[in-house]
């Protein structure tokens, strides 16, 4: 059975020299190739990142909803709390006409 986490997919990545030496020297230190190095380093940085976008997307959520209720709060007190259709289709001339007893 194939291991589903083997690398065998590629991908080119040009870098400076600067990077590639320092690349080599830290691969080294961990006793991998490079692009065992680099594969890692990748596979982290996206984690990080989809991490991090997971979290922006919870706090979008909860603020949506903390500012839905606020503008729903600020509407029911401009209104009056009266429901949006009847306020808006009884205008100033339009009242409601009392009943003679």
Do not use: H, W, Y
Not at 2 to 21: F, G, L, S, W
């Amino acid at each position: 059975m194939a291991n589903p986490r083997k690398r065998n997919q590629d991908i080119r990545v040009r870098v400076t020299a600067e990077v590639m030496e320092r690349t080599k020297r830290v691969a080294d230190l961990l006793g991998m190739p490079p692009s065992t190095l680099a594969s890692l380093a990748l596979a982290q940085f996206i984690a990080q990142q989809e991490r991090g976008l997971v979290m922006v997307d919870r706090m979008a959520d909860a603020i949506g909803g903390q500012m839905g209720q606020e503008f729903k709060t600020q509407l029911e007190a401009q209104l009056g709390k009266a429901p949006v259709q009847q306020k808006l289709f009884q205008g100033p001339g339009r009242r409601k006409k009392k009943k003679r007893g």
